[in-house]
């Protein structure tokens, strides 16, 4: 029997859409309640990255690396009832990766061990403005994730609104999620941080799997690797503007021998590259690269090249 239902909340979109950095605000406003707080964070590759990022808050904290669809959907089911038999806990906040279909998690909650667990279900769905407005240049399986993760969300945030390029353009975008998730809230969004709110929506808890499409994420492919010494940053600058257009995200940590005391946190997606010190932190340099059907030996070979040239 539980001690007392928790509130789960389920944070979910694109590669690339700012999940964490929308996370990092949006812990801080919850803490501030003084509320336990227990944090899932799910990667897609072996390589967990997000619970660095999200290491100064003072909660429990777990990583499952895989695909929560098949892959570990059991794994998360125990984890989950794990945390709803702890009564220090209040909410249960996942973040899950970004070619994850939500949908996969709100099945798993109805799950018989966490049928009566939590007394709110709460999704927010984080959407990178620009890529959402290009989403018919990807392959159909993405681009039929993109529109479900929207689907399946009581709250859609418009994030990185300030690369809009007018109003009018906003307006189709507000008008196309509409059509999407009629009953959502929106919000628009600049570096996770909320700006203004668009519809208040009805946030209906029940979401209608049926309208789903069947999820498969085969086609998704990532690859890890790590750097056992500092690179030059010109040639990894270099490396970043040439990468092919299957690559959808690349995120991890490495050092630069122009600052070999420095470690760097280098992200990549729709595109735009950055780099920015997390000052001497003995942190892994590693990366992770998600996308589609990877071409596995030619990046390794790059990277080897930039590695150990």
């Keep these: 029997m539980f001690k007392k239902q928790k509130s789960l909340i389920l944070i979910h979109g694109f590669l690339g859409s700012g999940k964490t950095t929308f996370l990092n605000h949006y ?15 799910n990667e897609f590759g072996d390589f967990d990255v997000d619970s660095h990022l999200l290491s100064r808050f003072d909660v429990q904290q777990s990583a499952l690396q895989g695909c929560i669809c098949c892959d570990i959907q059991n ?14 806990v209040d909410y249960i906040i996942v973040e899950a990766t970004g070619v994850a279909n939500p949908i996969d998690i709100l099945v798993a909650c109805q799950d018989p061990l966490l049928a009566h667990a939590f007394s709110s279900i ?13 989403r018919h240049e990807n392959t159909a399986q993405t681009k039929a994730l993109m529109e479900d993760q929207i689907r399946a969300s009581q709250t859609v945030l418009i994030n990185k609104v300030d690369l809009i390029e007018d109003e009018a353009q906003l307006q189709v975008m507000i008008e196309e999620i509409k059509k999407l998730s009629p009953k959502s809230r929106i919000v628009l969004t600049q570096y996770g941080e909320t700006l203004k709110t668009i519809e208040k929506g009805a946030n209906a808890q029940n979401i209608d799997v049926a309208t789903f499409h069947s ?11 790590n750097f056992d010494s500092p690179v030059a940053q010109e040639a990894l600058v270099q490396f970043i ?19 070999p005391e420095e470690t760097f946190l280098i992200q990549y997606s729709e595109g735009l590259p950055s780099i920015e010190s997390v000052g001497n932190l003995k942190l892994p340099t590693s990366i992770i690269i998600i996308g589609e059907q990877l071409d596995k030996a030619m990046l390794r070979n790059q990277l080897d090249m930039l590695q150990f040239t």
């Design 27 to 41: 812990m801080t406003q919850i803490l501030k309640k003084d509320e336990k707080v227990a944090l899932i964070v």
């Design 75 to 88: 794994e998360l089911i125990a984890h989950l009832y794990e945390l709803t038999s702890d009564a220090e």
């Design 122 to 134: 709460e999704t927010i769905g984080l959407v990178d403005s620009v890529r959402f407005m290009k």
């Design 215 to 225: 999820h498969t994420h085969a086609h998704y492919t990532s690859l890890q690797y």
């Design 241 to 259: 503007l040439r990468l092919p257009d299957n690559v959808l995200r690349l995120k991890g940590y490495i050092r630069l021998r122009e600052q």
